[in-house]
C-alpha cells in the first residue's frame, strides 16, 4: 500500500518544479527552431545570390549561342607563342618555319583582306601582315574538293577580316590561318571553320587590333 | 530552478534569436541589393542582341565609309570635299574602334552568329531583308545568302565595283562620285543607327546611336547642297 506521505506544501513545490521545467524546455525548444529558421533563411537568400550571380552569363545566351563566347580551345588547333614571331618590316623575302605562315617578320604592305576571295597563290610577306591586321586566312591545296572551295569561298566574301587563296604544298587540304594559330578542317562544314572565324576574326590573338584590311596590295 | 538561472536562460535564447533576426536581415538586404545593379557584374550582351549586332555591323559599315574618304582625298584637291572626307575618316575610324572595343570587353566574335546574315537583329526588317533605306534599291539585303553582293554586305554600301569606279576617278568627277555614294551610305547608316538607338540596352552605345543618325543626317544635308554647287544630285 502506497501513500504520499509528503506534506501538501511539498507536493506544490514539485508542481512548480514541473512546470518550470516544462516552461524551460518550451521556450529554448522554440528559441532553438527560430534561430535555426532564420539562419537557415538567411544563408538561402545568400546562396540563391551567389548562384543567381554565376548563373547569369548562361542565361543570357539567346539558347543557340553556345559558342557565343569566342573562347574554348578548338580541336586540332596549333598554337605558336606570339612573343616569339617577329613583327619587323623587311622588303627582303621571308622563310617561315610554317606552311602556311602564322606570323613573323613581313613586308610593310599588308595583303588586301576585306572579305577577298585570291584565285591566285599570294606571297606569304603580305598574307603574314594581313595576319597581324586580324584577318583569318583560309588556305587550300589541289586535294579540297571544288564544292568546299567555293563554300569557303562564299564565307569569306561575306567576311571583312578575311581571305582566301590557293596554297600548293601545305600539309592538309583546306587549312585556317590567324596570327599564331593554324589548323587543318575536314571540309567546308566542319564545324571547326564558324568556329575558328568566329574566335580569330579580328579575335583576341590580333597584334594591331583596328589595323586595316583595305588599301594595301593585292598579291 | 533558481530564479537566476531562468533569468540566464532566458537571456542566452533572447540573444540567439537576436543576433539570428540580424544575420536574416542583413542577408536579406543583400540579396535584395544583388537584384538590382548595385553589385555583381555588370550586364553583358548576348551576340544576337541588338547591342552586339549594329557593334559589329556598323564597325563593318563606317570601314567602307573611312576607305572612300581616304580614296576620294587622293583624287581630288577640293578643298570642301577634302575637310569632309578628313571629317567622316576620322569621326567613323574612331566610333568603329568604340564598337569594336565593346565587342572585346564582352567578349563577343566580330562575326554575325552562324548562319545569320548582317543585320538580322534589326527588328521589323525581316532578317535584314531590307525595305530599301537609302532609296538605293540595288544595295538592299535580297539575296544576301548569296554572293552576287560584291562587295556590299549592307543596306548603302558600295560595291567593289562602285569603289573600283571611285579609284580611278579624278576632279569634279571624283567629287560628284564620292557624294553620291556617301550619300547613300549614310542613308542606310542612320536607318541602321536609328534601330539601335530604339533597340540596344546599353546606354553609351544608345547615345552614340542617337549622335549617328544626327550627325549623318547633317552631313547629309551639306553633301546635297555640295552635289547642287555642283550641278549633280544624289541618286535616285
Known sequence: ?219 | MSPARTRRTRWVAGSAVAVALLFAGAATVASARGGTETSGPPRTPSAGSADAGFARDMAVHHQQAVEMAFIVRDGTEDEDVRRLAYDIANTQAGQRGMLLGWLDLWELPKTAPEGQGPMAWMEGESGGAHSDPGGHSGHDMQGMAGMDHDGALMPGMATRTELGRLREATGAKAEVLFLQLMTDHHKGGVAMARACARQCTVPVEKRLARGMVEAQQSELDLMADMLAARGAAPRP
Open chain 1, 1 to 219: 500500500m502506497s501513500f504520499d506521505r509528503r506534506t501538501r506544501l511539498d507536493q506544490m513545490r514539485d508542481a512548480d518544479r514541473a512546470r518550470d521545467r516544462r516552461n524551460r524546455v518550451i521556450g529554448i525548444g522554440l528559441s532553438a527552431v527560430v534561430v535555426a529558421g532564420l539562419l537557415g533563411f538567411g544563408s538561402y537568400m545568400l546562396l540563391e545570390r551567389s548562384e543567381a550571380t554565376e548563373s547569369k552569363p548562361a542565361a543570357e545566351q539567346d539558347g543557340k549561342g553556345l559558342d557565343d563566347k569566342p573562347s574554348g580551345p578548338i580541336a586540332g588547333e596549333k598554337t605558336w607563342d606570339a612573343a616569339k614571331l617577329g613583327r619587323d618590316h623587311v622588303t627582303t623575302d621571308v622563310k617561315y618555319p610554317m606552311e602556311p605562315p602564322v606570323g613573323g617578320n613581313h613586308n610593310p604592305a599588308w595583303l588586301n583582306c576585306d572579305g577577298v576571295v585570291y584565285e591566285k597563290a599570294v606571297p606569304n610577306v603580305n598574307a603574314v601582315h594581313a595576319l597581324e591586321h586580324g584577318s583569318v586566312w583560309v588556305t587550300y591545296s589541289g586535294k579540297a574538293s571544288g564544292s568546299d572551295v567555293d563554300a569557303l569561298a562564299t564565307r569569306v566574301r561575306s567576311t571583312p577580316y578575311s581571305l582566301m587563296s590557293p596554297y600548293e604544298g601545305q600539309a592538309g587540304a583546306i587549312m585556317l590561318t590567324a596570327w599564331g594559330k593554324q589548323v587543318t578542317v575536314d571540309g567546308a562544314d566542319d564545324p571547326r571553320v564558324a568556329r575558328f572565324f568566329a574566335k580569330y576574326v579580328q579575335g583576341a590573338q590580333t597584334p594591331e587590333p583596328g589595323a586595316p584590311c583595305t588599301g594595301g596590295v593585292d598579291g
